[in-house]
């Protein structure tokens, strides 16, 4: 035990988001469970002043240090040099220094995805708390770079299936006010959106609560959220950060962890992705499913590109 | 008659200070019963025990031959007893009867029934032959209306026990000859009136016994028939007071030109319309008149604190009409306020931070770089408060703890200090001791000695008549009376005051 | 149309802490702590109903959560005559910090909280009301609630003795003593009963609006409370109206979204509003007077 | 000069009564309150760098403090410390993306100023409405901290986005913009020495020049201050504008000197934080250096409790919240007592 691998999760905001840093810190357990390591989440509140003193205590305290949230980029740049013993992960955007393993996720890619199956149910007559109008929503927390690219991939999607689809766009303004986000997705619902896709940690909650009460379809998030309303929400657009700092803490174990590494996780490699609930399975007609499968492939082979709002990586 | 209100060595202290100490003192029911002693005597105190807003530290209240305890002015009010306080207890955003009735209100259901209000104090000051429109707001009546607001009050919750701490201070003669008819009406429906005043004439002419309190003990009650004023002084003070002698000085250059002066008031329409008036050095002018008769304005208005919206000032051969007060008052002019608390000082800040005001500018107290020379101040605090003789415990206390004597002193002494050409005097004495009117029109008339300028406001005559070498009256914003004080009428004065020309 | 219901569903959240706000400004007592008082409110509301399965138990846990942060309020503010602000920013963070804490310790959840067992606050269905339905039908029963209690203080306010207790003990708080009516009381009595509507409306967000918990989920609304009670300065008609232009520009910014406006903008709307409302008034009253230097 | 002792003590007392209940909370993590406060000094203080992250903590903290206290202290309620920190720090990130090859010299100083200037003006801005037309600068000033905060993340997500990633952020700003980080393991900077210099100079004006006096007396008796010839109206905005000044200086100095760009969150709340400490000690600036140092040693030290100890960042905050209300209880006490004493005898 003496010798067990001692790995830090450094997140730029809190546990509780049910998504992004809720994600990485299943895959940390999942590790502690089945790899024997010792593991440990930093979290850093939003305060840009917790940055570096984390940082510090994690590089300082543990062999290996993950880093999630793009916040903390500018941070780890400066730190990561000054401990060259020390392995670095930094999820969700690449940074070019030293030791340094960078991890990018195509959310634009799982995204279009989400698109495609809001369309494609919008648009299918008799399905249940389907309406007739050709219209969807698009509900985040704010609206800021990350939320653009989901944006984009999303409206691709959409509009792959049917360009004649409406999408409309709110921003809650904050990413712990539900009560917004519910007054947001109604609205849409109101005008005739009647399947929502959220992209704002607990404000999101208040997408799915209006989806209950309106009797519409909530596309989750980052992680599977299915569980939250199976019969109200559709599907989940998953980016499984777990999985990768899973994989990466399973990497320095095996002895095949690779420093200054850029992995990319995306559609084909299962990094990001639609998840099918239980209830989707049994609620999504065969054809749609189908669709969608056939949708991946063409994105793997490339027939599909799906734009992305930060360009070429 | 007989005994209602009695007080058995009861004494109360603040800190070291003992305000009320073991006073013995006998009311009887019916009488008009005054108290009178120097600043700081404990006579508010002794009131304030007796309303139940200070408990006594040891001793025996009686009301009609039982102890009471009270503690607070509700169980006061139950026992039939009503004050009205030097600073009067009135909610200014309200009208005269939500005032009358606050806390005694009648009902209709759960609602307030402001029509009954309005009758039931209606009809009160007509009993006591009160003039007052009920549904005025109070802020906007003047000093003596409100008065008499505070005694509905009083009358609504059928007192038959009446304190009045310092009533006439603020009020013109005319009002305070009003007050004492209302008190002689009290008188003969059989209520007991306790009675506090500075103004001996006022309590030779009304009291049926007098009671002086020196040091927080109380020395004696007399008969009021059995002395004179001088008796009463004497007293007081504890030594033999005098008027100060008529000085006389030579009448020096015209210092202060006022030509044709309007001024608006706060209620949008003119204070002051087309005044002209002159001051010279050495000289004295005093204007008399009624409160609220554009006075506060004017002295305003001199010293910058107020625009106006016609005319000109000219000091010492400059026109003033728009430099800042803190260039009129380096350019020489001093001033008195009025209102003491709300304008002349800062109660909550120390004596120190108070008397520096106004000097803060100059080289003895700020040095380059803004910097402020404290050690100098101190000393100068010091220093008046040994010159005044202003009783506080350091320079460091808050002065609104003062005593309302010793607050003025603050204040005069303050302007006092400063190397004046022109002194605006207002209200100078107002609820100050025998002992210290004397010292303050001693140290005004010595300005004049010295040959500066001094213009005096006062709605108290006699003041004005003992310092003044020329009386002015004002009404509705005019000079509409003017004379010389040796040839002055008092009649004429009397009259101009009511607008009335003879 | 949409957005009158909009509107309407979150109006309440302010309304109330608005109208509880202005009798405690009316009595001199400023009260910063709106935000806490809420959160904590919403907090318990979740915490009874869950326990319950009882709305009425999420309702009563939520005022009496609100009842003790108002009691400290008043304990520091009233009897120790403590500052408003300290006091009532401290207890904001209080409240944040404790809802965290508690929503790990009670519930072993971070974040959020939501379960089928919480009983949402019922809401009123009047039947078939034909072209009406939209504009009265299946709104909350808070918010029924709510449009009793304004009518209810306006009468108060201006029908009532307590209602001009109120304002003496603000105006002249001396002068209210020394009538015989102790202005400790009265304050104690605007706090209260402001902490009962703000409990009220913090069970509203929670299990009355929505059926969850999430960590600071009063979102600025209790300050935006506190500002419109600073804008309507104890004024009933203003106090509401503030309050009303608020909800209606917040629920237009959102609307407004919809057609492509940047959020970050449309959601300056309201403060840029009350910007404008505050200088247009400041500006008319200065000219009305136009004197004074 | 006995009554400031015990004003000291009593705070001192009251401090000690809420760590000895922080001490009680700690013990319910299963901790015991000397080790839980032994780890919060030590992670606080125990090596340079702690001290160095901790001071960089209190930085701005104590300039949105110090504003807050100058602009309470003349009587007018700058609540816009938060708008104000927003705003210049924007602006300055903006220049410092646009313009480059400026000698850093002449680059610092401007950053200084615009920082100043940006923070003086937004606070002006208010300031200026409620002398010229009265109007309520308490309201006015939260609604301008919500518009500054909403246009700098409309610019930093829009115009002036980060071509750099995905973060929520300007550009870098120009290297010769830079007070650069006295170790690269934290982001203390050399900018703290303008902190130093500004502090001084505030702790100057209010408790040594004249200024600092008239503006306390225009605080207890504005209608006293321009009857002794004070220019009421006047002192008002300079306050108000120092104020914003102090709070832009922070905000300039995060950019400059801490993140060396905007980031959407630059402030989570320190004006608020400032706020609180400001208005506890009753606007002392000696006492906002102390209060906002031990506030930073709390949240530092917090930060190593949750990583050893499994105690939570919350219940620091709570022990903070105590120590406010245990202190403020104490003032309010002390007061009281006081009363009784002269009172009672
Ligand atoms: N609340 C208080 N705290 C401390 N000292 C007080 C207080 N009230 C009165 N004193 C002191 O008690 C003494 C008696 O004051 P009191 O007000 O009773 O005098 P007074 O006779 O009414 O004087 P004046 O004629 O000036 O009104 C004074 O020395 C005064 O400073
Ligand atoms: N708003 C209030 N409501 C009820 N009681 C009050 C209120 N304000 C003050 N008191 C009580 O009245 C007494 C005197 O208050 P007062 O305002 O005169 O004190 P102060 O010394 O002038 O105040 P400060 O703290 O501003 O110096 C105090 O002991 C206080 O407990
Ligand atoms: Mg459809
Ligand atoms: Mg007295």
Known sequence: AASRLRVAVVIAGELGDKSFYDSSYQGLTRAEQQLGIYGKVLP?????????????????????????????????????????????????????????????????????MGGALAAMITERKGFPMVNAQKVVGFVAGEDYSVIRDFLIGFKQGVHYIDPNIKVLTGYVGGWDDPATAKEIALDQFHRGADVIFQVAGGSGLGVIDAAKQAGFWAIGVDSPQGYLAPHHIIGSVVKNVGNAVFDMIKAKIDGTYKRGVIYTYGIANNGVGLSYSKEMLHNVPADIIQKLIQLRTDIITGKIKVKSYFGKR | MSEIIRFNSVTKKFGKVVAVNSVDLSIKSGEIHSVIGENGAGKTTLMHLLYGMYKPDSGKIFVRAKEVNFSSPKDAIKDEIGMVHQNFMLIDDFTVYENVVLGAEPHHFISFDREKAKRTVAKLAKEYKMEIDVNEIVGSLSVGLQQKVEILKLLYRNASILIFDEPTAVLTPQESETLFNTLRKFKAFGKTVIFISHKLKEVKEISDRVSVMRNGKLLDTFKNENLSEIDLAKMIAGREIQNPAAVSSKKGETILKINDLTIIGDKGIPAVKGLSLDVSRGEIVGIAGVVGNGQSELEEALVGMRKIANGKIEFKGVDIGKMSVRKRREFGIGYIPEDRIRTGLAPIASVLENVIMGHQNEREFSARLDFMKRKRARYFANQLVNEYRIVCKSVDEQVGTLSGGNMQKVVIAREFAHDVDLLIVSQPTRGVDVGGIEFIHKKILDMKKSGKAVLLISSDLDEILLLSDRIVVMYEGQIVHSTSTKDADLQKIGLAMLGMRS | MYIYRSTINTLVLILLPALGGMWTLQTGMLNISQEGSMLVAAFFAVFGSYIFSSFWMGLFFAIIASLVFNLIYALFCVNLRANIWVIGMALNILASSLTILLLKSIFGVKGSFTSDRIQQIPFVHLGNLGIFNGVFNDFSSIVWLTLILVILFKYIDSHTTFGLHLKAAGKNWRALDSAGVSSIKVRYMSILINAVLVGISGAYLSIGYLKLFNKDMSAGRGWIAVAAVIFGNGNFTWTIIATVAFGFMDALGISLQTYGLNSNLTMMFPYLAIVAALIYQGVKSSKEKAIEE | MSEKYRGFLIVVISFFLSLVLGGFLIMLYKVSPIEGYKVMIFGALGSRYMIYSTLARM?????????????????????????????????????????HDIPTAIYLTLGVALGLAIGG????????????????????????????????????????????????????????????????????????????????????????????????????????????????????????????????????????????????????????TGMILAMMVNYDPIGVIITSFIYAVMTSGGLRMELILGIPQELVQIIFVASVMFVTAGYALANKVANRMQEEG
């Not at chain 1, 020390?86 to 634009?108: C, H, M, P, R």
């Not at chain 4, 900077?189 to 225009?218: Q, S």
């Not at chain 4, 605080?219 to 905005?237: A, D, T």
């Open chain 4, 121 to 272: 003006l937004w606070a002006w801005l208010p300031g200026y409405l409620r002398v010229k037309y009265n109007v309520n600068e308490v309201v006015l000033t939260i609604m301008l901290n919500s518009i500054a905060i909403y246009f700098t993340t409309y610019m930093t997500n829009g115009p002036f986005r980060t071509s750099q990633g995905s973060l929520g952020a300007t550009n870098v700003i120009d290297k010769g913009m830079w007070f650069n980080h006295i170790s690269p393991l934290s982001n203390l900077n050399t900018g703290v020495f303008v902190a130093i210099v500004a502090v001084a100079l505030i702790v100057y004006l209010m408790l040594f020049a004249k200024h600092g006096y008239e503006w306390k007396m225009m605080r207890l008796n504005p209608r006293f201050s321009v009857y002794g010839g004070v220019s009421v109206k006047q002192n008002m905005i300079l306050a108000m504008v120092i104020s914003g000044m102090l709070a832009g200086l922070a905000g300039m100095l995060l950019v400059m000197g801490d993140y060396h760009r905007f980031l959407n969150g630059i402030s989570p709340g320190y004006s608020w």
């Open chain 4, 59 to 99: 930085v701005p903290i104590l300039l949105t403090g110090l504003a807050i206290a100058i602009s309470f202290h003349a009587g007018i309620w700058n609540i816009g410390a938060q708008g104000q920190l927003y705003l210049a720090a924007f602006v300055v990130a903006a220049m410092g993306v646009s313009f």
């Open chain 1, 44 to 112: 850093c509140k939003t305060d840009p002043a917790n940055y570096m003193p984390q940082m510090i205590a994690a590089s300082s305290n543990f062999d290996l240090v993950i880093v999630v949230g793009y916040e903390l980029i500018d941070t780890l740049k400066q730190v990561a040099p000054q401990f060259p013993n020390v392995d670095y992960v930094y999820v969700d955007d690449v940074v070019k220094v030293g030791q340094v393993t960078s991890i990018v996720f195509k959310q634009n890619e799982s995204s279009f």
